[in-house]
T-cell receptor
């Protein structure tokens, strides 16, 4: 079955460490997105990519980095520069404008 | 910049009742898409309903329907015959050029 796989489901990071969240899709979607969800804040866009080897910053890109070397994969790195990384991270993909997103099941990142 | 506002942070209704969730948005665009997403306790984001701005007819999906008022920039969601499984966070969303902006959500409790 086609879908988006995010891993791991739960991730713990020590302060000062970088950590990478995985997002893989087999839907043949061109566009992929990373959102951060905090209580009472809704979903905020971190980065998005509409084509391989190209990506754009969203509203809260500081302290994050991404790559898009393959159509299927859009990993997100949370760097030590991110001041408050504890959050729920959602990856999504889209085939065309207006179709809406298909979401992964999310990764809960906790800084310890 | 587009914004999406959900004025009801939390609502509770009895099972089998009808409930309406409010959403307003701000944009200078004429053609765009609107969505309602549901996020149950599992945190999986599920597309509930989709509306194309150039269509005057309100979208419906089984027990879910919208009241789309383009001039007023209003996009409310009506859930008829509410069920316990409708308990979730509901996000209103605006899409233009492959990027979705989400509201902060309404937490809906269906009471037995």
């Amino acid at each position: 079955d086609g879908g988006i796989t995010q891993s791991p489901k739960y991730l713990f990071r020590k302060e000062g460490q970088n950590v990478t969240l995985s997002c893989e899709q087999n839907l043949n979607h061109d566009a992929m997105y990373w959102y951060r969800q905090d209580p009472g804040q809704g979903l905020r866009l971190i980065y998005y990519s509409q084509i391989v080897n190209d990506f754009q910053k969203g509203d809260i890109a500081e302290g994050y980095s991404v790559s898009r070397e393959k159509k299927e994969s859009f990993p997100l790195t949370v760097t030590s520069a991110q001041k408050n990384p504890t959050a729920f991270y959602l990856c999504a993909s889209s085939i065309v404008e207006g179709a809406g997103y298909t979401f992964g099941s999310g990764t809960r990142l906790t800084v310890v | 910049a587009q914004t999406v506002t959900q004025s009801q942070p939390e609502m509770s209704v009895q099972e089998a009742e009808t409930v309406t969730l409010s959403c307003t948005y701000d944009t200078s665009e004429n053609n765009y898409y609107l969505f309602w997403y549901k996020q149950p306790p599992s945190r999986q984001m599920i597309l509930v309903i989709r509306q194309e701005a150039y269509k005057q007819q309100n979208a419906t999906e089984n027990r879910f329907s919208v009241n789309f008022q383009k001039a007023a920039k209003s996009f409310s969601l009506k859930i008829s015959d509410s069920q316990l499984g409708d308990t979730a966070m509901y996000f209103c969303a605006f899409m233009k050029y492959d990027k979705i902006i989400f509201g902060k959500g309404t937490r809906l409790h269906i009471l037995p």
